[in-house]
C-alpha cells in the first residue's frame, strides 16, 4: 500500500457483515462514532458492513418533485429508503455489496483528496493480483457520479464518499461484488424517472444508464463472495505486517453511537412517515 495514510502498523478491526444483524442507519452512527474516536484516541480503523436491500438517497434526492411516488416504487421493490448523512446522491445495497470504512485520526489535517486517494490506493491493493486495471474517474452516466468512481474499461463497480466528524475522517468505498450491475442501476434509474416526472429540476439529477455499471463477479468472469472478499482483505493486511484488533465499543463510544444514531433516524422521519 504506496498512500501514506495506509502505512499501518496496527487497525482496529470491525466487521458488521451479517446482513440481519444491523441497519443502515446504524451504520453510519456507527462510522460517525469512530470517526469521533480515532480522534480522541488516535486509532485507525477499518470496518467491513453489509446490509439488506437498501436505497440510501443523497439530500438532493430527497427534493425530487415526486419524491413519494419514487420512495413507493422503491418500497414496492423490496427496498427499505434512508437518507445518509454523507454526500452524494442514491446509491443501492444489499447482500452481494461489501461496504468498506477506513476511518483515521487527525482529520482536520488530511486534505478531502488524500482521503480519496487513500481508498483508491486500498481498492487497488486489494485487486493488484487480478488482470484488470483500476481507475478512478467519474463515470457520469453512473448513478451516484463521482471524481472517484472506480471502474475498468469504463464501467463502474464502486464509488467513494467520505466523512469528517470532529478530529476524524471516514473514508467509505461499495463494491459490487456478486448479482448484475446494470440490475441495480435499472432499480436507481426507475427511482429518478419517477421522481423527476420529466419536470424541470434546478439540480441536475444523473441520467442513469444501466450499461455502464458491473459488478467485479461481471469483470472478474468468476464467481466471487462478499465473504471471501472480507477474508482476502484481512489476510493481505495481516501479510502486509499490520496487526489486526477486534473492535468493541467503550462506554463512551456507546453513548455517542447512540447520539448519532438518533440524529439519523431524526433525519429520516420524513421518509419514515410516507
Known amino acids: 500500500m504506496k498512500h501514506e495514510l495506509l502505512k499501518l502498523n496496527q487497525l482496529n478491526l470491525i466487521e458488521d457483515t451479517n446482513p440481519d444483524k444491523s441497519d443502515v442507519l446504524s451504520s ?24 439488506r436491500p437498501t436505497a440510501v438517497l443523497g439530500i438532493p434526492d430527497s427534493r425530487l418533485p415526486h419524491i413519494d411516488e419514487a420512495v413507493d416504487y422503491l418500497t414496492n421493490q423490496q427496498h427499505d429508503v434512508i ?6 446522491l442514491a446509491v443501492v445495497l444489499d447482500e452481494g455489496i461489501l461496504n468498506i470504512s477506513l476511518i ?25 493480483d487480478e488482470p484488470i486495471e483500476i481507475e478512478a474517474y467519474e463515470i457520469e452516466d453512473s448513478y451516484c457520479p463521482g471524481t472517484y468512481d472506480l471502474s475498468v474499461n469504463g464501467k463502474k463497480f464502486a464509488g467513494v464518499s467520505q466523512r469528517r466528524v470532529k478530529d476524524g475522517t471516514a ?23 419517477i421522481g423527476k416526472n420529466d419536470e424541470e429540476t434546478k439540480f441536475t439529477y444523473p441520467e442513469v444508464n444501466p ?13 466471487m463472495s462478499v465473504e471471501d472478499l472480507v477474508n482476502k482483505i484481512n ?6 505486517g499490520v496487526q489486526l484488533t477486534k473492535k468493541v465499543l467503550n462506554e463512551q463510544e456507546t453513548e455517542w453511537f447512540e ?16
Open 28 to 51: 453510519f452512527a456507527m462510522d460517525d462514532t469512530l470517526c469521533m474516536s480515532a480522534g480522541e484516541r488516535n486509532e485507525s480503523t477499518i470496518r467491513f458492513w453489509v446490509h
Open 83 to 88: 437518507i445518509r448523512n454523507s454526500g452524494g
Open 104 to 128: 483515521f485520526p487527525h482529520g482536520k489535517n488530511i486534505d478531502i483528496h488524500e482521503g480519496y486517494q487513500a481508498m483508491v490506493s486500498f481498492v487497488q491493493w486489494i485487486f493488484e
Open 171 to 193: 473514508v467509505q468505498v461499495y463494491l459490487a461484488i456478486e448479482g448484475s450491475g446494470s440490475k441495480r442501476a435499472e432499480l436507481v434509474r426507475q427511482f429518478y424517472q
Open 211 to 223: 450499461e455502464v455499471m458491473v459488478t467485479l463477479e461481471e469483470v472478474l468472469n468468476k464467481p
Open 235 to 240: 489476510q493481505k493486511l495481516t501479510d502486509s
Open 259 to 274: 447520539k448519532r444514531l438518533n440524529m439519523m433516524k431524526k433525519r429520516n422521519e420524513q421518509i419514515n412517515s410516507q
